[in-house]
């Protein structure tokens, strides 16, 4: 089992930046991928950026590329997000995913077994 707890959410205006950090427990550093989902009322959970655990490669959603930094800390077990450039349409609530050890697509919300609390983040236009 892991356990993953998000932090660093908040209210921001437009164009502000916010940095969100997933801390995780358990068993961890077995995993294939690690990712950051969002999901906001009546819409389906979506990806947002994600990486592939031992080297680090990163993944992310096409509205989102060139805003937003995934990275990894492997010695402290922790998933960050960087958030720049915010606009009001990035407002949801923001899960931290982890996988299994098998190869999977970063990218699929299927592929994630392991889900943190979530982290409000509200960005005010």
């Known amino acids: 089992q892991v356990q993953l707890v998000e932090s660093g959410g908040g209210l921001v205006q437009t164009g502000d930046s916010l940095r969100l950090s997933c801390a995780a427990s358990?068993?961890?550093?077995?995993?294939?991928?690690m990712g950051w989902f969002r999901q906001v009322p009546g819409k389906e959970r979506e990806f947002v950026a994600g990486?592939?655990?031992?080297?680090?490669?990163?993944y992310y959603a096409d509205d989102v590329r060139g805003r937003f930094a995934v990275s990894r800390d492997k010695d402290k077990n922790r998933l960050s997000l960087q958030m720049n450039t915010l606009k009001p349409e990035d407002s949801a609530v923001y899960y931290c995913?982890?996988?299994?050890?098998?190869?999977?697509?970063?990218?699929?919300?299927?592929?994630?077994?392991?889900w943190g609390q979530g982290t409000q983040v509200l960005v005010s236009s």
């Open positions: 358990g068993r961890t550093g077995r995993n294939y991928a």
């Open positions: 990486l592939i655990w031992t080297d680090g490669l990163p």
């Open positions: 995913a982890a996988s299994d050890p098998d190869q999977v697509p970063v990218t699929d919300r299927g592929s994630y077994v392991y």
